[in-house]
Nanobody, 114 residues
Framework: QVQLAESGGGLVQPGGSLRLSCAASLSSFRFYIMGWYRQAPGKEREFIASINTYGTTNYADSAKGRFTISRDNANNTVYLQMNSLKPEDTAVYYC????????WGRGTQVTVSA
């Protein structure tokens, strides 16, 4: 059974940083494109970033230059380093495959506020 467990969120001031982690119980994890998504209150879930098995990354325009996705295939973990955070980054952040599968974790709340 697939399990995705996100962690690392919290309350941070504008301009601050957070590092999110996602532990994935996916067999053959290393072969999947993994991604981060987020859902702000009242909005649809949106794609943020992805990374393939070779380390090639892709970012939404909102994340370019501020967020960095990485992965540790030995530990089935994907990370999202978020810098220069803005209030509009406030959302619940999720990891999943790209394209995503129906199983989602609980997400981790990121709140950017002074």
């Amino acid at each position: 059974q697939v399990q995705l467990a996100e962690s690392g969120g919290g309350l941070v001031q504008p301009g601050g940083s957070l590092r999110l982690s996602c532990a994935a119980s996916l067999s053959s994890f290393r072969f999947y494109i993994m991604g981060w998504y987020r859902q702000a209150p009242g909005k649809e879930r949106e794609f943020i970033a992805s990374i393939n098995t070779y380390g090639t990354t892709n970012y939404a325009d909102s994340a370019k230059g501020r967020f960095t996705i990485s992965r540790d295939n030995a530990n089935n973990t994907v990370y999202l380093q978020m810098n220069s955070l803005k209030p509009e980054d406030t959302a619940v952040y999720y990891c999943n495959r790209v394209p995503y599968i129906s199983t989602w974790g609980r997400g981790t709340q990121v709140t950017v506020s002074a």
